[in-house]
């Protein structure tokens, strides 16, 4: 069980139909509400109304908080269909916060899903669902034992595999969409693994003309899941 909070997340959920367990709201949302606490009552959720002071530990809550039953993880064989499918591939990537902003461009951008390790990375926590704003019901994560295999397993698919590093001349925008691809992401502070890095078919940056070296994980993801779409839409 997962407890989810916020407007948006919650409201994802009951679109989504997520089995919800219990909910808890406010004097004020209850009242301000009707839609959401209509929709809960017509699914028979069972509604607790508590003071504000009792969500304030979970963080920006706007009033409710649902426990809900957890978040599908998928297997990489459940996702591959053999048609033309574009991954992100998350190397590393610790900040909940991180997650969830890449999940709401995932969605934005519809890409076929996110493959993190089981081991070295972030959880679908209640954080990774208020940062992304309710795009945790819609964009499947993938959770593999070992990056390196499945970049193995991606090959022999067709795939080619795109690594990211700021230090490179091959600019991202030379990204062909033209086949099945996966894009890697690097941890937070270390960037792609050396193994991951040496499997990469290509390693592309992102032009950079300010004094810092670097952008944050999610925004460097934003970039290059928005050139993906801006090839597709151009096609």
């Known amino acids: 069980?997962?407890?989810?909070?916020?407007?948006?997340?919650?409201?994802?959920?009951?679109?989504?139909?997520?089995?919800?367990f219990k909910a808890y709201v406010t004097d004020s949302f209850y009242e301000k509400e009707k839609y959401i606490i209509s929709d809960l009552e017509k699914l028979k959720v069972n509604?607790?109304?508590?003071?504000?002071?009792?969500?304030?530990?979970?963080?920006?809550?706007?009033?409710?908080a649902l426990d809900v039953e957890d978040y599908k993880i998928y297997s990489l064989e459940e996702v591959l269909n053999g048609e033309k499918q574009y991954f992100l591939i998350l190397d590393g990537i610790v900040d909940p916060h991180n997650l969830g902003a890449?999940?709401?461009?995932?969605?934005?951008?519809?890409?076929?899903?996110i493959i993190i390790p089981k081991n070295r990375s972030v959880s679908l926590n209640n954080t990774v669902a208020k940062v992304s704003t309710g795009a945790i019901e819609y964009v499947k994560i993938i959770e593999v034992n070992n990056i390196n295999r499945?970049?193995?397993?991606?090959?022999?698919?067709?795939?080619?595999?795109?690594?990211t590093d700021m230090n490179k001349d091959l600019d991202y925008t030379s990204i062909d969409i033209s086949t099945s691809i996966a894009v890697v992401i690097g941890n937070e502070g270390e960037g792609m693994s050396r193994?991951?890095?040496?499997?990469c078919d290509y390693i592309v940056s992102i032009p950079m003309q300010g004094h810092v070296n670097s952008l944050n994980a999610s925004v460097s993801a934003s970039i290059i899941l928005y050139e993906i779409l801006r090839k597709k839409l151009n096609k």
Request: aromatic content about 6%; proline content about 1%.
């Open 195 to 199: 193994l991951v890095k040496e499997k």
């Open 1 to 20: 069980m997962t407890k989810i909070y916020g407007r948006n997340v919650c409201k994802e959920a009951i679109k989504a139909n997520r089995l919800i």
């Open 47 to 64: 509604i607790e109304i508590v003071p504000k002071s009792k969500l304030d530990s979970l963080g920006l809550h706007q009033g409710i």
């Open 150 to 163: 499945c970049i193995d397993t991606l090959k022999e698919k067709g795939f080619w595999i795109y690594g």
């Open 102 to 113: 890449i999940m709401r461009t995932s969605d934005a951008t519809q890409i076929d899903g």
